[in-house]
């Protein structure tokens, strides 16, 4: 039997225009957190939304926010966006020479943290710190753009990822982000993971509300696909 997922649709495949109606739907709809997806135009090759946009949302959301970094020197912007009101706010590992102290600063601020990998940093760099975090982040798309492919190879990272938590007895939830519907939902469950984001699959379909339904019962998927 698979675990039914936590799900956090993710806001960058939303309609821009309406924001408010988004996050609305969330609410009212299954799904268990919010993802923000914020973009520098550096780390990543794509500009998306800051802390403005966050600290909007947070002031109607009610369900967590959870906010995925994906910039530069993310140690500059943490106090504002935990102060714009994100319950989780995830850095990247490639972003983060001092990630130690990222770590640290992220929850000094009262928030749970988070580190994100792209699809070629091993999970095994994160034994370090693993026992520190309340989520792993594994990127299964290279991060910048909604709408891609999921990247099969990621399924051996979920993994490794669950066994060398399993060693060291951490906590941390394994959060997987990109390419994610309901055609391989429940294989990334298979492999370990605990938080399932979903951009395209849920606001790009013509019922976002009865996806994020399906997405939530993974036994009645199918797990052969990816
Ligand atoms: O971080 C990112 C992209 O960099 C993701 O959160 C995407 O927003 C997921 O979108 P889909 O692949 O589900 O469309």
Redo the contacts with the bound molecule.
Sequence with gaps: MIKEPLLAP????ADFLHLNKAVKLIDESEADWL?M?V?DGRF?P?ISFGMMVVEQVGKVLEKPMDV?L?IEEPEKYVTQFAKAGADTITVHYEACPHLHRNIQQIKDLGVKAGV?INPHTPVALLEPVIEDLDLVLV??????????K?IFETLYKIRQLRQIMQDRNAKALIEV?????LQNAAKIMEAGADVL????????SEDPMETIKKLKSLGNLPVYEV
């Design positions: 993710s806001l960058l495949a993802h997806d973009m990543v794509n995925h994906m994100a990127m299964s798309v290279n991060p910048g753009f909604g709408g891609q999921f982000d990109g390419g994610v519907g984001v979903a951009g395209s699959s849920v606001f790009g």
